[in-house]
């Protein structure tokens, strides 16, 4: 073993250490690294000069444009989860499907994909599941142990389901190394690849990841109750009811990613019309009342047909009379936002979710600055050129290279957080793989798919904590095992499905976006 592979072993051993000890994650991606380097200065086998190159990544990192849809897409969820639809949602769906504990579960199923693509934050989903669905869940006969496996498996469907957090990071990421990949590999002008791509391509995959889920639920679940009922799931539901539960969430989600598969936003841009629709939904809900309603319900219709004016002029022609009405409904939108954050603010909600978004985006942020130092510090070792030779070494040339990162992924996924392996992993294991033939955006799904079920696998899975610090103390740490054991089998199952069937990712985009 050459000096520079035992720096190399050494930091990834110390760098697990440093992350199961406790101390923050950012600190143990970007310490340790840094502590690495210098002690390889001392023995020669570091140029500290790499670390010159740190300063200009940061600022890469913060002047990213595709990055600031982050905290927007944060606080679009943040403010949907206080905006109180889950609980009227959930209602409906239980009244619709009779409240028996097939039913039950398959509503929490169908409410869990509606909501995880409105938010998209585990934590927010798995606990807002826990509170008002759990007690539903087990009243009408679900067993403990399938209730916390479908609220767990069912709050990290935001992963895969676009618009997502995951999905951005991870498109930000592949993107680079991709381009980065492909013109060392001698391609000078490769296709880039961005978040609408993967976006398109997860639309599939996400709804078959829901459709096992829901085989499971309806193969293990009898269509009977044999709990007791409540009172309220056998009121009839009034479409009204439906209406005003499931349209203004589904409106905003076909909003955002509409405006981006059809070409009307960028992410970035999109990622704020989901946060200002998300500020007024939350802010109607909330009780303006009056003639801010009034302006509130004018201002979402304002939005609309603003985006009605994005995608049907033609900015060739001068239209002053198009220019002045285009110019009185921003006007009319940017009121509506006044009036529903006026009263979000006099309600306190206003900055508790900004504080929360603030709390979340810095944490995501740390990770990426942190991982920034570590791929720094990695290739000044020496461990890119390691990583090719080693992805070169793997029987089954491309495939089993692909396998290997895969095996990886999944056995990080026990230990790390998502974010943290999408940094650590995709820069330092991914050139090799994305340097050849192998579709990006394919490539970039089978990593969404398989770090989903970094949420679910114990020791550290972050939707099992949710739970267990919220569920009551009857539901053991051995039942959520149980309950989410399958869950986890049919995540691995569909990931199967998806490299055996890469159309599943790759012919949406193809439809909206061209080869």
Same mark, same amino acid.
């Given at each position: 073993?050459?000096?520079?592979e035992?720096?190399?072993l050494?930091?990834?051993?110390a760098?697990?250490?440093?992350?199961?000890?406790?101390?923050?994650?950012m600190?143990? =991606?970007?310490?340790?690294p840094?502590v %690495?380097? @210098?002690?390889?200065?001392?023995?020669?086998?570091?140029?500290?000069?790499f670390?010159?190159f740190?300063?200009?990544?940061?600022?890469?990192?913060?002047?990213?444009?595709?990055?600031?849809?982050?905290p927007?897409?944060?606080? %679009?969820?943040?403010?949907?989860?206080?905006?109180?639809?889950?609980e009227?949602m959930?209602?409906?769906?239980?009244?619709?499907?009779?409240g028996?504990?097939?039913?039950?579960?398959?509503s929490?199923?169908v409410?869990? !994909? *509606?909501?995880?693509?409105?938010?998209?934050? &585990?934590?927010?989903?798995?606990?807002?599941?826990?509170?008002?669905? $759990?007690?539903?869940?087990?009243?009408?006969g679900?067993?403990?142990?399938?209730?916390?496996?479908?609220?767990?498996?069912?709050?990290?469907?935001g992963?895969i389901?676009p618009?997502? =957090?995951?999905?951005?990071?991870l498109?930000?990421?592949?993107?680079?190394?991709?381009?980065?990949?492909?013109?060392?590999?001698?391609?000078?002008?490769?296709?880039p &690849?961005?978040?609408?791509?993967?976006?398109?391509?997860?639309?599939?995959?996400?709804?078959?990841l829901?459709?096992?889920?829901?085989?499971?639920?309806?193969v293990r679940l009898r269509?009977?109750?044999?709990?007791?009922i409540?009172?309220?799931?056998?009121?009839?539901?009034?479409?009204?009811?439906?209406?005003?539960?499931?349209?203004?969430?589904?409106?905003?989600?076909?909003? @955002?990613?509409?405006?981006? $598969?059809?070409?009307? !936003?960028?992410?970035?841009?999109?990622?704020?019309?989901g946060a200002?629709?998300?500020?007024?939904?939350?802010?109607?809900?909330?009780?303006?009342?009056?003639t801010?309603?009034?302006?509130?319900?004018?201002?979402?219709?304002?939005a609309f047909?603003?985006?009605?004016?994005?995608?049907?002029s033609?900015?060739?022609?001068?239209?002053?009379g198009?220019?002045i009405?285009?110019?009185?409904?921003?006007?009319m939108l940017?009121?509506g936002?006044i009036?529903?954050?006026?009263? $979000? +603010?006099a309600?306190?909600?206003?900055?508790?979710?900004?504080?929360?978004?603030?709390?979340?985006?810095?944490?995501?942020?740390?990770?990426?600055?942190?991982?920034?130092m570590?791929?720094?510090?990695?290739?000044?070792?020496?461990?890119? /050129?390691?990583? #090719?030779q080693?992805?070169?070494?793997?029987?089954g040339?491309?495939?089993g290279?692909?396998?290997?990162?895969?095996? &990886?992924?999944?056995?990080?996924?026990?230990?790390? /957080?998502a974010? /943290?392996?999408?940094y650590?992993?995709?820069?330092?294991?991914?050139?090799? *793989?994305?340097?050849?033939?192998?579709?990006? @955006?394919?490539?970039?799904?089978?990593l969404?798919m398989?770090?989903? #079920?970094?949420?679910?696998?114990?020791?550290?899975?972050?939707?099992?904590?949710?739970?267990?610090?919220?569920?009551?103390?009857?539901?053991?740490t051995?039942? =959520?095992?149980r309950?989410?054991?399958?869950?986890?089998?049919?995540?691995?199952?569909g990931?199967g499905?998806?490299?055996?069937?890469?159309a599943l990712?790759? +012919?949406?985009?193809?439809?909206?976006?061209?080869?």
């Amino acid at each position: 073993m050459s000096a520079h592979e035992g720096y190399l072993l050494a930091m990834v051993l110390a760098l697990f250490a440093g992350i199961l000890s406790g101390i923050p994650a950012m600190l143990a =991606i970007a310490g340790v690294p840094l502590v %690495m380097a @210098v002690i390889g200065s001392f023995t020669g086998v570091f140029d500290l000069g790499f670390l010159s190159f740190f300063p200009a990544r940061v600022y890469g990192v913060m002047s990213n444009p595709l990055l600031m849809a982050v905290p927007l897409f944060v606080l %679009m969820g943040v403010l949907l989860e206080k905006s109180r639809l889950a609980e009227s949602m959930l209602d409906v769906l239980g009244r619709m499907l009779g409240g028996s504990p097939r039913g039950m579960g398959l509503s929490v199923l169908v409410f869990s !994909a *509606i909501i995880a693509a409105s938010t998209g934050i &585990v934590g927010a989903t798995v606990v807002m599941l826990v509170l008002i669905a $759990l007690p539903t869940m087990r009243q009408a006969g679900v067993p403990k142990s399938l209730s916390a496996g479908i609220i767990c498996a069912s709050g990290t469907l935001g992963q895969i389901i676009p618009p997502s =957090i995951l999905l951005v990071l991870l498109g930000d990421q592949i993107g680079n190394t991709y381009l980065e990949a492909q013109q060392k590999a001698g391609n000078f002008a490769p296709d880039p &690849v961005s978040v609408g791509d993967l976006f398109a391509g997860a639309l599939l995959p996400g709804l078959m990841l829901v459709g096992l889920y829901g085989l499971y639920i309806f193969v293990r679940l009898r269509p009977t109750a044999r709990g007791v009922i409540a009172p309220a799931t056998k009121r009839p539901v009034r479409r009204r009811e439906i209406l005003s539960s499931f349209a203004p969430p589904l409106l905003l989600i076909l909003s @955002v990613l509409g405006s981006i $598969l059809g070409g009307i !936003a960028t992410t970035t841009e999109a990622a704020g019309l989901g946060a200002v629709g998300a500020l007024m939904l939350a802010g109607y809900r909330s009780g303006v009342a009056g003639t801010g309603r009034v302006l509130v319900l004018a201002a979402v219709a304002a939005a609309f047909a603003l985006m009605a004016l994005r995608l049907f002029s033609d900015s060739r022609t001068e239209a002053t009379g198009l220019a002045i009405f285009a110019a009185g409904l921003a006007l009319m939108l940017v009121l509506g936002v006044i009036v529903a954050g006026a009263r $979000l +603010w006099a309600s306190g909600t206003l900055q508790t979710a900004v504080g929360d978004t603030v709390r979340i985006s810095g944490m995501v942020f740390g990770i990426v600055v942190a991982a920034s130092m570590l791929a720094l510090v990695f290739r000044g070792f020496g461990g890119d /050129e390691l990583v #090719t030779q080693a992805m070169a070494a793997v029987p089954g040339g491309t495939w089993g290279a692909l396998a290997m990162v895969l095996l &990886v992924v999944f056995l990080l996924g026990f230990i790390l /957080e998502a974010v /943290e392996i999408i940094y650590i992993v995709v820069p330092l294991l991914g050139p090799p *793989i994305l340097g050849g033939d192998i579709s990006p @955006v394919w490539f970039g799904l089978l990593l969404a798919m398989n770090l989903q #079920t970094s949420f679910l696998t114990p020791p550290f899975g972050f939707a099992l904590f949710y739970f267990r610090s919220t569920a009551p103390r009857d539901i053991t740490t051995g039942d =959520i095992y149980r309950g989410v054991a399958p869950f986890v089998a049919l995540q691995l199952l569909g990931l199967g499905l998806l490299i055996a069937f890469p159309a599943l990712a790759t +012919w949406l985009p193809r439809l909206v976006f061209g080869p």
